[in-house]
């Protein structure tokens, strides 16, 4: 099993890095590891209890992985496990929490544990999916970085149209 804890510093406060990463409308945009994430029922966003149907991007494109969102507590954290399984993972489950650094910026801590499988395999593909899982999503959320540093006030003006206020 792998577990790891990746911090990331962000070109925005917590709330706007929090829905740039949770409303598909804006996730769309810069996410280099999922193609197509979207909420069973077709909310615009996850909640707790939600579920969500992820499929891979690019050369990912043949993966694919539904979660159940255990926590969702506007903008300071998030976590979600997997249902089922999903070649190559067994287990999967992450949590991200948000928090401000100083104006206008944040840290997203990104902790995630994952199990390779199948179980008669395990011993050959976990340090490989530990791998490259950590390499996309370093790759993933310096997309989102770069994303934010150009577009974060896009997201500041939408959220005055969904949640009446930038810091709602």
Do not use: K
Request: charged share 25%; proline share 5%.
């Amino acid at each position: 099993m792998a577990h790891e804890r990746l911090e990331f510093d962000m070109p925005a406060p917590a709330d706007v890095v929090f829905d740039t990463f949770h409303y598909h409308v804006w996730r769309a945009r810069w996410d280099s590891l999922v193609g197509d994430a979207r909420v069973v029922g077709g909310a615009p966003c996850p909640f707790v209890g939600a579920e969500t149907e992820n499929v891979g991007h690019g050369w990912l494109r043949g993966l694919s992985m539904r979660t159940r969102f255990v926590s969702f507590d506007r903008p300071h954290l998030a976590a979600a496990s997997m249902i089922g399984r999903s070649f190559p993972f067994d287990r999967w489950a992450a949590s991200m929490r948000h928090r401000d650094t100083e104006p206008g910026r944040s840290v997203l801590i990104y902790t995630y544990t994952i199990e390779a499988g199948p179980r008669a395999l395990r011993w050959l593909l976990q340090p490989i999916v530990a791998r490259a899982f950590a390499r996309q999503t370093r790759r993933r959320f310096a997309r989102m970085h770069a994303f934010l540093a150009v577009h974060a006030q896009e997201v500041v003006d939408w959220q005055r149209t969904q949640h009446g206020s930038a810091r709602a």
